[in-house]
């Protein structure tokens, strides 16, 4: 029997540190240390017919005992449609089908988090984040629960979207949120900084960017849109992105530099080398180190598994005989 998981199941299981362990577990095994446990990560697809865009990702996690894929739909700006199926590697049963739009936010936050505590300072304090909508919300909880952050800035583009912002994220990880009128303000001094945007074009700059500061430059994934510009990575001494391979297609805060010659892809590290060991991570406290999140299939199986174990542990969601 398969179970079915639907959107409030997610949110009433699956919590951001769960989540966090989930993909650092996931990350390790993805070294080729693991080796016949190594999980495997297939580069997002995207078929745009008129109108709409299909999104599919698929991964292996052989480790966890399970593989499957996300699909996602766009039929028209602001409606997004997530599943997750999830099947068992011992013997390709379907374990689970689950809503994750939920997921999907909880699992970028995790993976953003992950990477701020393997290269932010552990003495990371404030944080700088530009943007306020979902994805935001879940990048604010995942720095808090692995730093001590003292004091959050945000900046976003609608003021009353920004005010409902710091209200809410306030009262959610016991941090005073504080908006400020700028992206450059919310940046400026910030130990860890966040852009969470949709932005086409950058919207920080690197020379706003101090001395030891980490950057989770997370919002997009299309080569043709940046969030940062050349200055703010070309600072970066230490650039981590969770996938090489879909950053070549994808990541167009890097792509922009590498086009120019001030980059190569050989400076870019992936993260499951800093998980597993095989690469140190922060050098020294003046050091500015950078995540590119893409994103990754991976990072949705691994959560799906937790959410999935937790549910039958707790007797959540719907049995449904499907693919006996």
Request: net charge negative; hydrophobic share 45%; aromatic share 4%.
């Amino acid at each position: 029997m398969a179970l079915v998981l639907r959107e409030a199941d997610v949110k009433h299981l699956l919590t951001m540190p769960d989540a966090i362990i989930a993909l650092e577990t996931a990350f390790r095994q993805q070294h080729p240390l693991a080796g016949d446990q190594q999980a495997l990560n297939h580069p997002r697809a995207r078929l745009q017919p008129p109108g709409a865009i299909m999104h599919f990702m698929t991964a292996a996690a052989p480790g966890l005992g399970v593989y499957g894929f996300k699909a996602y739909t766009a039929a028209r700006p602001g409606v997004v449609r997530f599943v997750v199926m999830l099947f068992s590697t011992e013997d390709g049963r379907l374990l689970a089908m689950i809503e994750a739009d939920k997921l999907g936010q909880m699992r970028t936050g995790a993976a953003s988090g992950l990477a701020t505590r393997y290269l932010a300072r552990q003495d990371a304090a404030s944080v700088g984040i530009v943007g306020t909508g979902w994805q935001a919300r879940s990048q604010v909880q995942a720095v808090c629960a692995v730093r001590s952050v003292q004091v959050i800035r945000a900046a976003g583009r609608d003021p009353e979207h920004l005010r409902i912002f710091c209200d809410e994220m306030s009262a959610a990880v016991g941090v005073p949120v504080t908006p400020v009128e700028s992206a450059e303000a919310a940046v400026r001094d910030a130990d860890i900084v966040v852009t969470a945007t949709g932005a086409k074009e950058p919207v920080v700059q690197g020379d706003w960017i101090k001395p030891g500061a980490h950057l989770n430059v997370m919002g997009s994934n299309w080569a043709n849109r940046r969030e940062v510009d050349e200055r703010a990575v070309m600072r970066s001494s230490l650039i981590v992105i969770d996938s090489l391979e879909q950053g070549k297609l994808e990541a167009g805060d890097l792509l922009t530099p590498i086009q120019q010659g001030q980059l190569s892809w050989e400076r870019v590290h992936e993260l499951h080398e800093v998980v597993a060991g095989a690469l140190p991570g922060r050098q020294g406290p003046e050091e500015i180190t950078l995540f590119k999140s893409l994103g990754l299939a991976l990072e949705d199986i691994a959560v799906a598994k937790q959410v999935y174990d937790l549910a039958r542990q707790r007797g959540v969601g719907e049995e449904l005989l499907f693919l006996p």
